[in-house]
T-cell receptor, first 110, second 112 residues
């Protein structure tokens, strides 16, 4: 099945710093999403981005489907950005199935 | 438009018992997927239902089962609970294949 790898696994930033989170996947996918999991476990939708580039405030994402990777950019980080960021890909091969990466745990220091 | 709702939010059970969790998708969404999240295994796909039919299932034992009703609401059942079933169970809804998934707040199950 499809493998999804996220890097780095952990990231500590000073408030105001920028960061790039990476998601590599091993096969072609139908779509890709980025989520932020808050301390209560809720998965917050950040981007639905099977290809191309999108921006939402301080966050932006780029997926290069032909090279099987996606990047999430966080600029001017804030303490409220802390949490776990997940990349999830969907494959229809063998039936609809979503595979999550292991996540990147981000801590932003004040 | 209301989001995805899950009930109950918290649950404590003992080994050997069974449990039923419920998920109501966003109005108009016909697909519901279930996931288990544990510290050791991360987020793992359990199964997906579309129009009352299970379309795919993850690698979980037969103690884990689910169903979907005609109004798209879904339930999952875990029988003969084990300590390792303690986890956050999340459900997601989407309008159809290839669309964006939206997650509910989850049910946190503790098995004692």
């Amino acid at each position: 099945g499809i493998q999804v790898e996220q890097s780095p696994p952990d990231l500590i930033l000073q408030e105001g710093a920028n960061s790039t989170l990476r998601c590599n996947f091993s096969d072609s996918v139908n779509n890709l999403q980025w989520f932020h999991q808050n301390p209560w476990g809720q998965l917050i939708n950040l981007f639905y981005i099977p290809s191309g580039t999108k921006q939402n405030g301080r966050l932006s994402a780029t997926t290069v489907a032909t090279e099987r990777y996606s990047l999430l950019y966080i600029s001017s980080s804030q303490t409220t950005d802390s949490g776990v960021y997940f990349c999830a890909v969907v494959s229809n091969t063998g039936g609809f199935k979503t595979i999550f990466g292991a996540g990147t745990r981000l801590f932003v220091k004040a | 438009k209301a989001g995805v709702t899950q009930t109950p939010r918290y649950l404590i059970k003992t080994r050997g018992q069974q449990v039923t969790l419920s998920c109501s998708p966003i109005s108009g969404h016909r697909s519901v997927s279930w996931y288990q999240q544990t510290p050791g295994q991360g987020l793992q796909f359990l199964f997906e239902y579309f129009s009352e039919t299970q379309r795919n299932k993850g690698n979980f034992p037969g103690r884990f089962s689910g169903r979907q009703f005609s109004n798209s609401r879904s339930e999952m059942n875990v029988s003969t609970l084990e300590l390792g079933d303690s986890a956050l169970y999340l459900c997601a809804s989407l309008a159809g294949t290839g669309n964006e998934q939206f997650f509910g707040p989850g049910t946190r199950l503790t098995v004692l």
